[in-house]
């Protein structure tokens, strides 16, 4: 049994991982993928010369703006371990010092520069942080968690993010939640068709004109047919659920035969057409919540029982006012009726699956039915197109 107090007892339990025959990667793979793009904070989140931490995958992280382009190094002090943003200390442009005892980091190369009680010290020049590369795309501070020799590029961000993102014209508008979940139950709930049962009685039905089924079930002897497997040109690789356009869909819900349950009349107007993940972890809803509008949304690894939920609301709108218009668009109408009145449900019903999974033994004891399907090429292809597992820092290092 994993015992997670124990800073010696393995990520993911041995005895599990041993037991999974097709999607070994996946299972192992708790804190994420290592060498691939995951959004953290919005842009605007980190301001010039003000750092910020974010945890990502286990990975304790600050985030700070130096002559407008955005830098990311480990948050972890080299001496005693201490987190730098616990006080920050800032004595130049591109330099945190160290509260404690004043070792001295350069943010772009993540370099020990100085030690302001030990000039002489052996150490100055000679020790590191971990940096890692950020890109700014679409409102969002995309970090590289990967390894690269110096002067090594990392693969274009285009690669990590779900066909259409980073379209032009395309305005999108981020909101970040941590939930308390691993990563994987974010993701599985997002794409697992049948889930949509939970949102029977959301406001956005109604509020939006639209009606969803209480499920769709496959049609018997097309087991095949629910989900297509893609690699784009720019090395994109995702699933496509097609349970929506060949499964059945049911309106109404029965027990011994008796209508119990009917699906909520809203109106006539057609979402969620086409739903397809992504690696490292990313949805793409097509058209939501509105015809004209995609929606996608991230499970970015937190730690092993957390993850950021990151979702956009998207819309093309050219011109020069065109993120103005969306933007005031979103905060008036899909705010409340899709990032709450709808979103909100699938965070609870993540949280309720942790238990579950928690020592890893609910990737054995779970009791999948066909409508999952998608859920297992989903997690083939997580195991097979990875570019790595991500560990634990400490364990890194032995
Ligand atoms: S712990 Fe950071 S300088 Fe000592
Ligand atoms: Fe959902």
């Known amino acids: 049994m994993n015992d997670p107090t124990k800073v010696d007892a393995p990520l993911v339990d041995p005895d599990v991982v041993a037991q999974i025959k097709t999607w070994k990667g996946y299972v192992e793979a708790k804190l994420g993928f290592r060498n691939c ?12 010369g003000k750092p910020v931490p ?9 985030l700070n703006r130096i002559d407008g382009k955005v830098y990311c190094m480990s948050d972890t002090c080299l001496h005693r371990g201490v987190p730098l943003s616990e006080k920050v200390e800032c004595y130049s442009k591109d330099t945190i010092t160290c509260w404690y005892h004043g070792w001295t980091y350069d943010f772009k190369d993540g370099k020990l520069c100085d030690i302001l ?13 971990q ?4 890109e700014e795309a679409k409102g969002l501070l995309f970090i590289y968690l990967g390894d690269l020799d110096e002067g090594e590029q990392p693969p274009a961000l285009e690669r990590d993010v779900p066909p259409g993102f980073l379209e032009a014209d395309r305005r999108v508008r981020p909101f970040r939640r941590q939930v308390n979940s691993d990563w994987r139950l974010g993701a599985e709930n997002g794409f697992d068709t049948t889930h949509i049962f939970i949102h029977k009685d959301s406001k956005l039905i109604i509020g939006n004109e639209t009606m969803l089924p209480l499920g769709f079930a496959p049609p018997p002897g097309k087991m095949n047919d629910l989900w297509d497997r893609v690699e784009t040109d720019a090395g994109q690789q995702g699933v496509y659920d097609r349970l929506a356009d060949h499964g059945v869909p049911h309106f109404e819900g029965k027990i011994d035969g008796e209508v119990v349950l009917k699906a909520i009349y809203g109106g006539d107007k057609r979402i969620a057409g086409e739903i397809s993940l992504w690696m490292p972890g990313a949805l793409k809803v097509d058209p939501f919540p509105d015809p004209e509008m995609i929606h996608f949304e991230w499970y970015v690894p937190r730690d092993e029982k957390s993850h950021w939920y990151v979702h956009c609301a998207t819309k093309v709108v050219p011109g020069e006012q065109g993120d103005e218009s969306f933007g005031r668009e979103y905060d008036a109408v899909w705010k409340d009726m899709y990032a709450h009145g709808f979103n909100d449900d699938d965070i609870w019903a993540r949280e309720a699956t942790q238990d579950f999974y928690d020592d890893d033994y609910g990737w054995l004891d779970e009791t999948l039915f066909e409508s999952d399907a998608c859920i297992i090429a989903w997690r083939k292809l997580a195991s097979e197109t990875n570019h790595g597992i991500q560990t634990r820092v400490r364990d890194r290092k032995r």
Request: aromatic share 10%; glycine share 6%.
């Open 37 to 48: 793009w995951y959004p953290s904070l919005n842009s605007e989140e980190v301001e010039e």
């Open 117 to 129: 009680t030990d000039p002489n010290s052996k150490m100055i020049g000679n020790r590191a942080l």
């Open 131 to 134: 940096t890692y590369q950020v």
């Open 54 to 62: 974010f945890l990502l995958a286990g990975e304790k992280l600050l």
